[in-house]
């Protein structure tokens, strides 16, 4: 356990590379820092369905959210332009063998990272969800301070489909539109 933990410590100092390739600056927000917004975002959202009546396993959710970028610890933050170059199969065998070593095949984790990828659970299509959602609070954070080129991380926000229905699809679909609307304030006082 403590040859995990030691290397997770590196998600903590392992920048998200779609910022530094747009000129922020190291250290605008770690991989770790993304998976706490991740998380925290998950559990209100949890919390919220929940409050609608919808059955949530909170505890899976969450296990997601948290080792949903742990394979990053090997990896590296991989951009979405990366993606062009080596294609999304190689890209996700790659992150599924470093998630399998990192764990050393632990059947619960590899179950849950499976899962995620797959979102074959209600639970792993709103941690998704949840990442899309921290990605553009993020971009609406860095606007507000200023930051400028970042548009080409909005069109995740042109069609999303999280594969959700019901309540989960209308709440996550309340908190895009509102993001969306601080965003479009944001760019009417600038």
């Known amino acids: 356990m403590l040859s995990t ?22 250290g605008t927000e770690s991989v770790a820092a993304h998976s706490f917004g991740v998380s925290v975002t998950a559990m209100l959202l949890a ?6 009546g919808v059955t949530i396993e909170v505890e899976k959710m969450l296990r997601i959210a948290l080792l949903h970028d742990w394979a990053e ?18 890209r996700k065998q790659a992150e599924t063998a470093a998630f399998a070593d990192l764990v050393e095949d632990d059947e619960l984790y590899t179950e849950l990272y499976d899962d995620y990828e797959r979102r074959e659970s209600l639970e792993a299509r709103l941690v998704k969800a949840a990442d899309v959602l921290d990605l553009l609070i993020e ?3 860095l606007e507000r301070a200023g930051a400028r080129g970042l548009d080409e991380f909005w069109e995740v926000a042109e069609k999303p489909d999280f594969n959700l ?19 479009s304030e944001l760019h009417r006082n600038v």
């Open 47 to 52: 919390d919220k369905l929940i409050a609608h």
């Open 165 to 183: 229905e019901g309540s989960a699809e209308q709440i996550v679909q309340e908190l895009l539109r509102s993001i969306l609307i601080a965003r």
């Open 73 to 90: 610890a090997r990896v590296g933050d991989m951009p979405r332009t990366a993606t062009l170059y080596f294609g999304s199969e190689v």
């Open 139 to 141: 971009v609406l954070a």
């Open 5 to 26: 933990l030691i290397e997770l410590q590196r998600l903590k100092r392992l920048d998200r590379t779609g910022w530094i390739l747009r000129g922020l600056p190291n």
